[in-house]
């Protein structure tokens, strides 16, 4: 893709998103990631994230980790609980506590901001990084068309309880995805297919 035709887009995308009210449903066709996997996936744009983090906190709360005690055993399992249990409080927590964690060096909030920090948004769903545009919002949908080559990693127990916790809980969080647009990829965005 040309240079031009890149920019074209970029202001056709900018356009498509200036027109979200609330939340809206984005298709991106042809989505291929770093790791070569080429997929179509929906998702919907304009969510409120702090909301999401406050829903996910409330359902993280109320998980019974029993049945993952059971098989991965008490000490392993109360960790990882508590470990993502005190990440969301403190992500959900009010700027004058995030003001206090950031004083004291906090990671989880060095993270957030770290994260936060290093794009810009320009309209619901649409956020910028040294000149490229990305697409962010809650994955509702994903069709892989082409296995991506994904590496195999050996996580600690502790990483894979937490996945499933995630998993078993069904937090949002997880499904809060970011796209960098300007490959091949086709999005659809308020009626406008660009």
Do not use: W
Request: one cysteine or more; aromatic letters at 8%; proline letters at 1%.
């Amino acid at each position: 893709m040309n240079t031009i035709t890149k920019a074209l887009n970029n202001v056709a995308t900018l356009v498509a998103c200036k027109t979200i009210n609330g939340t809206s449903f984005v298709g991106i066709k042809h989505y291929e990631n770093s790791k070569e996997e080429l997929s179509n996936q929906t998702f919907l744009v304009g969510i409120n994230y702090a909301k999401l983090l406050d829903a996910d906190l409330k359902t993280l709360k109320a998980f019974d980790i029993k049945p993952l005690i059971k098989k991965f055993g008490k000490d392993v399992v109360t960790k990882a609980y508590n470990e993502l249990l005190t990440s969301l409080i403190k992500r959900t927590a009010t700027e004058f506590e995030k003001e206090i964690l950031r004083s004291a060096g906090d990671s989880t909030i060095n993270r957030s901001d770290a994260q936060s920090n290093a794009f810009e948004s320009v309209a619901k769903g649409l956020k910028t990084k040294d000149n490229d545009l990305y697409i962010y919002g809650l994955c509702v949908r994903k069709t892989v068309l082409v296995k991506g080559n994904y590496k195999t990693v050996n996580s600690s127990l502790k990483t894979i309880v937490k996945k499933k916790i995630k998993e078993d809980a069904e937090l949002k969080e997880t499904k809060f995805k970011q796209f960098k647009l300007g490959n091949l990829e086709t999005l659809n965005i308020q009626g406008f297919e660009i």
